[in-house]
């Protein structure tokens, strides 16, 4: 009865149900969205803790078991349902998200919530644990990779609790984690563009050191393509004797990182990097 081609696992265990919204500090003035309610169990705890729920369903038969769980009780005004699949639904206000998020959309929807404005205070969500770990490691960490520094540039993430494969029904393949989300506001004042630019290539093989993966043929192609587009777009004179190799190489010693390697930096040493390069008029986009 359930669609695996939706992520349909429903949380079974009540104790889980519970624990995950009293760790998402609901205060009766909040909106809620709560991304995939499914038969609603997570929906009808967060309903009597906050002033309104907004819930976004992509299966209109889940969506009409909910409309008919709420149906004549005191929570039915306040629950709001958006039909559809979340990633293209334009998203109203919203103070906290809640989500046992279904496993396909999991990138992309931490990219929209991270995207959203208003700001809003913070997101729970269920992931895959694999997925979850990637998303908090820290720099050393095995996980630590572009989604980690990608996500972690614009928001705290902390792990809140591991949630095994039982608690759910039908059982999904692998274990789950929860993981806070709370957005840096204001957010770090960095081109995406230009970071996501720098991170693909510091992180496309992460165990080479920096200079490793710089001094590829397209990597320095692009550079110095780059390079001459932003002279004639701002009036600068192109340095024709630029060797385009030495500048890296000089300006990833000046900041010390020549020899690193992307899995051990944080996102300020990314940050510093990506800032003297600019400086340099070296850009990634
Ligand atoms: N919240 C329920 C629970 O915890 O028991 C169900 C969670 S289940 C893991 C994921 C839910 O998200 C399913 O109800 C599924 O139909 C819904 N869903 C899947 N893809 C979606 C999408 N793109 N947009 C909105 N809902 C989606």
């Known amino acids: 009865i359930f669609n695996k081609d939706l992520g ?12 995950i919204v009293d760790k998402a500090g609901i205060k009766p003035s909040d909106t809620v969205l709560e991304v995939g309610p499914g038969t609603g169990n997570l929906t009808v ?13 992509m299966d209109p038969r889940l969506a009409a078991e909910l409309t008919k769980r709420v149906q004549s009780t005191p ?3 306040k629950l709001e349902i958006l039909h559809g699949d979340v990633i293209k639904k334009d998203l109203p206000h919203f103070d906290l998200c809640i989500s046992n998020t279904p496993y396909q ?11 959203h404005r208003p700001f809003f205070r913070s997101a729970l969500l269920m992931f895959q644990r694999e997925f979850a770990m990637r998303l908090v490691a820290p720099p050393g960490d095995k996980l630590y990779c572009r989604l980690s520094v990608n996500v972690q540039l614009y928001a705290k993430v902390t792990h809140v609790m591991k949630v095994g494969r039982n608690n ?25 563009a230009e970071w996501d630019g720098l991170m693909r290539i510091v992180f496309s093989r992460k165990n080479k050191t920096l200079m490793g993966n710089f001094k590829t043929t397209p990597v320095l192609t692009m550079l110095e393509q780059n390079y001459k587009t932003y002279c004639a777009a701002n009036d600068l004179m192109v340095d024709d004797s630029l060797d385009i190799k030495a500048k890296v190489l000089e300006l990833l010693q000046s900041v010390d990182m020549a020899e690193a390697r992307a899995n051990k930096l944080s996102i300020d040493d990314f940050l ?8 340099a008029g070296l850009h990634f986009c």
Do not use: M
């Open 8 to 19: 349909q696992h429903i949380l079974k265990n009540p104790l889980v149900v519970n624990g």
């Open 45 to 57: 705890r967060i309903l009597e803790q906050a002033k309104k729920v907004v819930a976004c369903e």
């Open 75 to 77: 929570y039915q005004r």
């Open 105 to 115: 959309i999991s990138s992309p929807l931490v990219f929209k919530l991270l995207l």
């Open 168 to 192: 759910f029904k039908p059982p999904p393949k692998v274990e789950s984690s929860v993981v806070r989300l709370e957005p840096y506001n204001p957010p770090p004042p960095v081109d995406f």
């Open 272 to 279: 510093k990097l990506l800032y003297t390069f600019n400086q």
